[in-house]
C-alpha cells in the first residue's frame, strides 16, 4: 500500500489502519462512535486515521487507485463507507513470533480460570496452534506453572469478579494462620510463579485498617460468594512489585551445571554455554516466570549452582526447607505419619 501524505501518527497508527480497513469492509455504514470504541481510541483520532486512508491506494495514486471514503457521512451523518479497498480484503495474519506470547498467555490464564471460560481458552489454544508454525515446539518446551487456588476457589472468585459482589475468604497466613476476610474482589494478577486475588479487605481485628491486599491463591482455603454487591473504593490496588516486574525484558540466569545436569542445555533455550573447567557447563538462560527456576533447581539439587542472581538459589533453598518442614510436620521427623 502507498501513501501519498499520510501526515503524522504514533507507530501504532499502520497495524490500526491495516486493521481497520478489512473490518469497515465487513460493516458498511458502521457509526464512527461503535468503531472507535471497538478499536479503543477516540472518535477524533478515528477521523484522523479516516484522513489517512482516504489518500492510500496502490501505486500510482490515480483517482481509480486510491481507497473511497464518504467523508461527508463521517462528518454529517457519523457513518463509514469505505470502498475500493480490495486488495486489503484479507485480515492480517499473527506471525509464528506473535503467536507465541499469546499461547504462553492463554496457558497461564488456563492455570486460573473458572471452568466457564475453559472452553473458550481451549478452543482460542487450538486455533492458534494452527498458526503457530515452529512456535507451537518451542511453546511445549515452556513449562508453564503457576500456584493457583482448588477448582471450587477459583470458581467462587471468578463468579464473584464477574458478577461484582462481595467475598468471604477463609485465608492461611504464615504470620497469623486462618483468619476470615470479608473483601471486594478488583481482579487478578500473576507474579514471580503465583497467581494472587488483589482485593479490598475490611479489618481482621478492631485495632487493624482496611485497605488494598493482595490474597495468594494457593493460600486460600475456602471463598464463599456472599450475594452482597462491591463497595466503591478509594484508589487502586499497588501495582505488582514482583522479581520481573522490576525488569524490562525476562531475568538473566547464569548457571554451573556438573556433568548429570548437563542436559539442561539441550532440553531448554540456552542463550549461551560454554565447558567448565574439569567437566560441565556454565550456561546463560533467560527466565520469566522465577517458580520454574525455582522448580528446576530443586530437580538438579547438588549438580547446579546459580551464579547470577543470587537471591534465586536462596528462594529455592527456602523452599525446599519450607517443604521439609511440612513433611515434618504431617509425617514426624521419622517419616511415619
Not at 162 to 189: F, I, K, Q
Not at 295 to 300: D, E, S
Request: with cysteine; glycine share 10%; charged share 25%.
Amino acid at each position: 500500500m502507498s501513501t501519498k501524505n499520510s501526515g503524522k501518527g504514533g507507530k501504532e497508527q499502520v497495524p490500526r489502519l491495516l486493521s481497520l480497513v478489512p473490518y469497515l469492509q465487513r460493516r458498511p455504514g458502521a457509526r464512527v462512535a461503535d468503531v472507535a470504541t471497538e478499536f479503543g481510541i477516540t472518535p477524533a483520532q478515528l477521523r484522523k486515521d479516516l484522513a489517512v486512508l482516504y489518500m492510500c491506494g496502490l501505486p500510482g495514486l490515480l483517482p481509480g487507485d486510491l481507497i473511497e471514503i464518504d467523508m461527508e457521512a463521517v462528518d454529517g451523518d457519523g457513518v463509514i463507507f469505505l470502498t475500493n479497498a480490495e486488495f486489503l480484503a484479507r485480515p492480517l495474519r499473527l506471525s509464528p513470533a506473535e503467536v507465541l506470547p499469546l499461547i504462553l498467555g492463554l496457558r497461564t490464564l488456563r492455570e486460573v480460570a473458572g471452568s466457564d471460560a475453559l472452553a473458550s481458552i481451549d478452543s482460542a489454544l487450538a486455533k492458534l496452534g494452527s498458526v503457530a508454525g515452529d512456535s507451537v515446539e518451542l511453546a511445549d518446551r515452556i513449562r508453564i506453572g503457576v500456584r493457583a487456588a482448588d477448582e471450587p476457589v477459583r470458581e467462587a472468585i471468578s463468579t464473584a469478579l464477574g458478577a461484582g459482589v462481595r467475598l468471604r475468604l477463609t485465608y492461611e497466613s504464615p504470620n497469623r494462620g486462618l483468619s476470615t476476610r470479608l473483601v471486594d474482589p478488583h481482579s487478578l494478577r500473576m507474579r514471580d510463579g503465583y497467581a494472587y486475588l488483589e482485593a479490598w479487605g475490611d479489618p481482621v481485628d478492631p485495632h487493624s485498617e482496611g485497605g488494598w491486599r493482595s490474597f495468594r491463591l494457593d493460600r486460600i482455603v475456602e471463598a464463599e460468594v456472599t450475594g452482597d454487591p462491591v463497595v466503591a473504593r478509594p484508589g487502586e490496588p499497588d501495582p505488582p512489585d514482583g522479581w520481573l516486574d522490576r525488569l524490562s525484558t525476562a531475568a538473566e540466569v547464569v548457571l554451573d551445571l556438573d556433568q548429570p545436569a548437563t542436559w539442561v542445555a539441550e532440553y531448554y533455550p540456552i542463550e549461551e554455554s560454554t565447558p567448565r573447567p574439569g567437566g560441565g557447563l556454565r550456561v546463560r538462560l533467560r527466565v520469566a516466570d522465577p517458580a520454574w527456576l525455582r522448580g528446576l533447581l530443586l530437580r538438579l539439587g547438588a549438580d547446579a549452582t546459580v551464579v547470577s542472581p543470587a537471591g534465586a538459589q536462596r528462594s529455592a533453598v527456602a523452599e525446599a526447607e519450607a517443604a521439609e518442614a511440612h513433611y515434618a510436620t504431617l509425617f514426624g521427623a521419622d517419616g511415619m505419619p
